[in-house]
């Protein structure tokens, strides 16, 4: 608020909790390394979309990740599951998966800022998709999907959702042949989107607004 957009005593900002409530404030004062606030009281404000989407995606390179998670906060999504996959290019150890899940936390908590959502979704902790799809990962009664360019069915196909959508989308390299039969036996189904093959970073974005405008709040 100080040092980007040079905010000054008596402007009027808005604050959330992230739990869905929201807050007028105005700055009182500001000095090097605070800012304080009058705070009134807060509201509840929903714009989370009637639909609970959960996307899991493989881990892509930096940006590229990076852009997916924020897009996806901004369309909509509740949860995120990132999935190591077997053609993925970037590989993370223990250590490693911890710090990354922990910046897609705060590119999640800064989309939300942006978009005025205030209810920040969830960053999971980092997956094998093997172990992810072992441990159950469709919701009961979720429409669970995977994204694959060679599909025959396509989301106009499909049911609309009971509760929600769980959605899986492949790195840069896609899904390996026994990574979809592995996802399909867990009760995913094959979907493409359009007639053209997908980067990774558009593949899910796209899936998400389709399925928002389908079924959500579009």
């Known amino acids: 608020m100080a040092h980007v957009l040079r905010l000054a005593p008596g402007d009027a900002v808005t604050l959330f909790d992230g739990r869905g409530m929201e807050y007028a404030a105005v700055i009182v004062q500001v000095t090097r390394g605070e800012v304080t606030l009058d705070v009134a009281q807060g509201r509840i404000v929903d714009r989370e979309s009637p639909l609970a989407i959960t996307l899991a995606q493989g881990i892509s390179s930096a940006e590229r990740m990076d852009y997916t998670v924020q897009k996806a906060v901004e369309l909509g999504v509740t949860t995120i599951q990132p999935v190591q996959t077997r053609r993925g290019i970037v590989r993370l150890d223990h250590?490693?998966?911890?710090?990354?899940?922990?910046?897609?936390?705060?590119?999640?908590?800064?989309?939300?800022?942006?978009?005025?959502?205030?209810?920040?979704?969830?960053?999971?902790?980092?997956?094998?998709?093997?172990?992810?799809?072992?441990?159950?990962?469709?919701?009961?009664?979720?429409?669970?999907?995977?994204?694959?360019?060679?599909?025959?069915?396509?989301?106009?196909?499909?049911?609309?959702p009971r509760t929600g959508v769980t959605l899986v989308a492949g790195p840069e390299g896609g899904l390996t042949a026994e990574e979809r039969r592995d996802a399909e036996r867990a009760g995913f189904v094959a979907v493409r989107i359009g007639p053209r093959i997908l980067r990774t970073e558009t593949a899910a974005l796209a899936a998400i607004a389709a399925i928002q405008l389908l079924w959500g709040d579009f």
């Open 95 to 160: 250590a490693r998966a911890q710090k990354r899940c922990a910046h897609w936390q705060a590119i999640a908590v800064a989309a939300c800022e942006q978009c005025g959502r205030n209810r920040v979704p969830q960053v999971l902790p980092v997956m094998t998709l093997r172990d992810w799809l072992g441990q159950g990962a469709p919701n009961q009664g979720a429409l669970s999907m995977l994204l694959a360019p060679d599909a025959n069915l396509t989301l106009k196909t499909l049911p609309r």
